[in-house]
């Protein structure tokens, strides 16, 4: 099944020790999303990728990166990681990343999400 | 920040009909009401969305008012596999999901 995938599913890491998040996804979609996911609270958009053109939300931190190698694949990296960074990592897709039309959305699907520990 | 107000927490008995509001008050002409969920563990998930018109699928109903500044989503028959956080959602570039707090939705036997 076309799904989009997320390695590992959990990860922890010390304090200022870079990590790295990935997501595959099978869809062939245009668009990747990074949300980030703390504790008890709704996702919050980081960045995105629309083909390769990277766009990034004004209050991301500095320390949150992101690389998109293929249409495939796209990474976050997190330079320095703090204790506030632990929290739960969801990547997603969509097909087109243009508005809605009255008959057609392009929805975006979800991946199960990586959980950061910071130790 | 997001554009919409939910409810908490709602209760719904299985079987019966769960109907979750939103009100978005502040909607443009442009934009669109979506509904995301998300179960426990789980990355969130499209259920529906609308502009003006009310809409059905395979998951949900959803009813938009005249003046369009509120919605509710019914899951005409709620399961216990529908018991998940659910997200109302305004807006018109869908590069930019804004989620709010969310509904928790407990469906109980």
């Known amino acids: 099944d076309a799904m989009v995938i997320q390695n590992p599913r959990y990860q922890v890491t010390q304090f200022g020790k870079p990590v790295t998040l990935s997501c595959s996804q099978t869809l062939n979609h245009n668009v990747m999303y990074w949300y980030q996911q703390k504790s008890s609270q709704a996702p919050k958009l980081l960045f995105h990728?629309?083909?390769?053109?990277?766009?990034n939300e004004a209050d991301t931190p500095d320390n949150f990166q992101s690389r998109r190698p293929n249409t495939s694949f796209c990474f976050l990296d997190i330079r320095s990681p703090g204790l506030g960074d632990a929290a739960m990592y969801l990547c997603?897709?969509?097909?087109?990343?243009?508005?809605?039309?009255?008959?057609?959305?392009?929805?975006?699907?979800f991946g199960p999400g990586t959980r950061l520990t910071v130790l | 920040d997001a554009k919409t107000t939910q409810p908490t927490s709602m209760d719904c008995a299985e079987g019966r009909a769960a109907n979750l509001p939103c009100n978005h008050s502040?909607?443009?002409?442009?934009?669109?009401v979506y509904w995301y969920r998300q179960i426990h563990s789980q990355g969130p998930q499209y259920i529906i969305h609308?502009?003006?018109n009310n809409e059905t699928n395979e998951m949900a109903s959803l009813i938009i008012t005249e003046d369009r500044k509120s919605s509710t989503l019914i899951l005409p028959h709620a399961t216990l596999r529908d018991t998940a956080v659910y997200y109302c959602i305004v807006c018109y570039n869908t590069d930019k999901l804004i989620f709010g707090t969310g509904t928790r939705l407990q469906v109980f036997p």
């Open positions: 609308g502009l003006k």
């Open positions: 997603a897709t969509s097909r087109d990343g243009a508005g809605p039309t009255p008959s057609s959305y392009n929805e975006q699907f």
């Open positions: 502040t909607i443009s002409g442009n934009e669109y």
């Open positions: 990728y629309y083909d390769k053109d990277f766009n």
